[in-house]
């Protein structure tokens, strides 16, 4: 099983950004993934989940309306599409799976993850 996060980079607040985790190993449309971050001194932080029915779950209130999970099984890939960026979104973004069809706490498989640092 592999993940790999990608997409990341320097984008100044307000910008954009879409990170893309491509999975190779196990059957990708029959399993949930999510995303999450951890910024520098910070605990990681659950943002989103999608199940393989494209059920979507938000974690994290701070990226509600702003952060959109979605996915493309005929790729293998997730992607999160991050708009109106602050620098508060500056973190290390990973995704991962469980292997479920549904979204849960325990993340079995996570990919390297991809930096995304957002400057005033």
């Known amino acids: 099983v592999q993940l790999q996060a990608s997409g990341g980079g320097h984008v100044h607040f307000g910008g954009s950004l879409r990170l893309s985790c491509t999975a190779s190993g196990f059957t990708f449309d029959a399993s949930a993934v999510g995303w999450f971050r951890q910024a520098p001194g910070k605990e990681r932080e659950a943002l989103s989940c999608i199940d393989s029915s494209d059920r979507t779950t938000y974690y994290e209130d701070s990226v509600l309306g702003r952060f959109a999970i979605s996915r493309d099984n005929a790729k293998d890939t997730a992607y999160l599409q991050m708009d109106n960026l602050t620098p508060e979104d500056t973190a290390l973004y990973y995704c991962?799976?469980?292997?479920?069809?549904?979204?849960?706490?325990?993340?079995?498989?996570w990919g390297k993850g991809t930096l995304v640092t957002v400057s005033s």
């Open positions: 991962a799976t469980s292997l479920r069809n549904y979204c849960s706490n325990d993340m079995i498989y």
